[in-house]
Structure formats: C-alpha cells, structure tokens
C-alpha cells in the first residue's frame, strides 16, 4: 500500500531549525505494531498519524521510535501545518481528537496556535543520583507529568552534558521527561529550556511543545505575566509563544516543510 509521507520542521521559521516530526495522513488505522514500525524506520523524534474523526475533528496519535506517547507539541502543530497548507488551505482550525483530549490548533497568518491543558505540579527534592545524572544539581525541582528543573542561569542550561544512559535508566520505572530551564539571559525571550527523554527513545529533544506546558505557567507565575516567550537552545534551536489562559496554554509557532514523498507499507 502507498500512504503519503511528509516531514516538517517544527516550532521555526527556517529548515533545518526546530523539531522534525513525519507525518502521515490515513483513511483508517494500521495494526500498532506497524505504526511503532514506521516510527522506528523514520527515527525521528515523533511521527504523527492522523484519519478523519467525528464532528469534523481528526483521530490523531503520536509515536516516537519506540513508544506511543500520550502528548506532542511539535508534531501536533506539523499536523496541522500539512492539513492547512497541504490539504485544505481554506481551513483557519482544526480539532484533534487524542489521548489527551480534544485539542485545537488555529492559524494566525504564519503562526500555528495549539490550545493545551495547562500541566500542574509540585515541588520536589531532587535525588541526587538524578542531578548527578542530568549533570548538576537545580536550585528548584518540580514534579508533574515529567520533571522540571529550574537554574539560576541560562549557561547552566546550556552547559549541561547529561549521561543518557544512566538517566534512561533512572527515568524508566516512571516514563518521565527532563525539562531544566532558567531566565533566559542572551537576546530576545523570558525562559531558555533543553528536555531530556532518554526513557522515551529521546535523548534530547530539540524543541518540545508539550514541556510548555510546564515552563508556561512556572515562568507565568514567576515573572508575573501571561504571556511567555520561550526559547528552546537545543542545537536546532526553536521559539515558541506562549500564553497562559485559566487551565490552558496556548502554545504558537511556525513550520516549514522539508519534505513530501510516499511510503510503501505492506498490506
């Protein structure tokens, strides 16, 4: 069977920037092994699969090379950036139905707006086997759907070399990610962030929408505002705009395509 295949990069406004994602348009679902299959061959941080829903909302599903994941940013605003410039230029929002619920995404000239749930969490001591394997110890921890990380400076971050081994190891009884962000201090933004999920196939993640569900409202409540302009300083990079809206973030930015093909998939 041929299936269509894109690949775009997320969460920038130049190739080669961002947060590659593959995604693949279907009319009815495959077997979940040969979904998990083709992630793996795309070995990319997630493939997105998607097929027409109910109420004119699309069944959408992510899978990184080794896991189906419960939810992402990246591939999620590649989705509807293939639906709104591919598919049906004339569609200003879209509706995905997922393991996370019904979520949105909207276009606003070239940015692509996602509407999130806002994650809570809660302060934690951190073991330190765990800063040992991140790389430091944070001034701040939280817990929530994953860990976040809090340091005093932008170059802490940036610094950081994790050992992905033993921090997979760590993480793997729990699943969770790392985000470890801090003020960001060089150029334009408020927060700088890197995340890690060697548990998940992923080491580092080059630009990670749905940890914004963290970072938006620590930053929010910290510096005292709603709206959140974030820098991701993985080595692609990525920007992301953030907005803090009751128990939602929005979350906004732009795509380019990288690439268009056909996938050969047995029947």
Known sequence: MRYPLYQVDAFTGHLFGGNPAAVMPLEEWLRDDLLQEIAAENNLAETAFFRPGADEAFE???????????????????????????????MEEVAFDTRSGRLFVRRKRNLFIL???SHSFSGVDVPGELADAVGAAPSEAFEG????FVYEHESDVATLEPDFSRLGSLLKESGKGITVTAPR????GDAASRYF????????????GSAHCMIAPYWAQRLGKSHIHALQISKRGGELFCTLRDDRVEIAGRAVKYLEGIAHIPG
């Open 60 to 90: 959408l599903r992510w899978f990184t090379p080794t896991v189906e994941v419960d939810l992402c940013g990246h591939a999620t605003l590649a989705t509807a950036f293939i639906l709104m410039t591919e598919i049906d230029t004339e």
């Open 197 to 208: 999920a060697p548990a998940h196939g992923i080491p580092e993640d080059p630009v990670t």
């Open 145 to 148: 759907p994953n860990y976040l």
């Open 115 to 117: 509407d999130f749930p």
């Open 185 to 188: 201090e060089s150029g334009e």
